[in-house]
């Protein structure tokens, strides 16, 4: 399943680089990521993401993590936000419905 999101964030990725009319590496400035990292993104080099690098992709473009992660029931989303929590290893972050 892990494979259909990150082919996902590759697509999305493609589109903005499109949008942006600019390279992966200029997109990678923007998003204060490597190029190496988002290079391999693009290209689906990598199995997994780090969190990190979603949030900086998604705070610095057009996708957003409904995008990715193809959330389409508003009322399920909400739902889920309730009982959703992402982790760095050290710290949790408790996702919420801003207006």
Known sequence: ???????????????????RNCTSKELSIICDISEREMSAIKNRERNDVRL????KICENTSISYSDIFEIEDKEIFEQGLKKCFLSNGKEKFYLRKVH
């Open 1 to 19: 399943m892990l494979e259909k999101y990150l082919n996902k964030l590759s697509a999305l990725i493609m589109e903005e680089m499109s949008k």
């Open 52 to 55: 990190s690098v979603i949030v």
